[in-house]
């Protein structure tokens, strides 16, 4: 096997290689399937990979075989088909075939395509397009999450609140929050007049806003504090366990101290 300065772990049985500075790929083999000739490379997805060649980038198959020119700033990885390519400081949306989806309008694609929505971003507004290149969810909140349990966490300018919206822009969670997570097992953390607790994916409380720190549920259990005492809990509010680690108090925000 030759010497790299970088292997990458394997995606579509390609890894990514890199050795003075040049990048390639290497088969399960640790066989050189493509050269290394590109001045930057991404990771196999859906069968595509971004490369740059001189200073623009394109995309190859898993033989090597150009399937789009280098002709871009920046391009991202493929997601349900799609993505988000870079001219001129302007991103939008291709497909495999090379066809634009979307102008070239959005500052950022913030995240790769996830069932049909993906979040962009204009003077620093928010909002979601379908694999159409429909914005589902108009660009004009200041905050936006990634959608869980049907839910983003949103908010409407920087002098109001947090709430919930759906994936067809309806609000679910009134904007009356001074801070939300997002939804895992549905519960959100939702934090009013310094206080925190948990909503459930229809705005109800089910548990109560009394807590000094709210984590995010993992596993069906999340962390929560008052004053200097910390435990988990299970998604009723109940106790579960004792928490101890001083690490947890730099994670606080400083209003909740």
């Known amino acids: 096997m030759m010497n790299y300065d970088e292997i990458r772990k394997y995606h579509d049985d390609r890894a990514c290689v890199e050795r003075n500075g040049k990048f390639g790929y290497i088969d399960r083999d640790t066989e050189e399937v493509i050269p290394l000739i590109y001045n930057a490379a991404k990771d196999f997805s859906e069968g595509l990979a971004a490369v740059s060649y001189g200073d623009k980038w394109g995309y190859i198959d898993t033989t090597g075989a150009i399937v789009i020119p280098p002709m871009y700033d920046a391009a991202e990885d493929f997601s349900e088909g799609l993505a988000a390519v870079c001219i001129d400081g302007k991103y939008a949306i291709i497909d495999k075939n090379c066809k634009e989806i979307t102008p070239y309008k959005y500052d950022k694609v913030i995240h790769p395509f996830r069932d ?18 429909v914005e589902v969810i108009p660009v004009e909140y200041v905050v936006m999450g990634r959608f869980a349990d049907g839910l983003a966490p949103t908010r409407r300018s920087e002098d109001t609140k947090f709430g919930f919206i759906d994936r067809h822009n309806n609000v679910v969670v009134p904007f009356e929050y001074d801070f939300v997570s997002g939804f895992n097992s549905e519960r959100a953390a939702v934090c009013l007049n310094e206080k925190c607790g948990f909503i459930d994916p229809t705005g109800e409380v089910v548990i109560p806003i ?48």
Not at 116 to 133: E, P, R
């Open 116 to 133: 049909g929505l993906s979040m962009v971003s204009i003077d620093d507004k928010y909002g979601f397009i379908d694999t159409a290149g």
């Open 210 to 257: 009394e807590y000094d720190y709210a984590g995010n549920f993992e596993d069906g259990l999340a962390i929560v504090g008052k004053g200097e005492d910390f435990y988990y809990i299970d998604t009723e509010g109940d106790f579960v366990k004792d928490y101890d680690d001083d690490v947890l108090r730099a994670k606080v925000p400083d209003w909740m101290d």
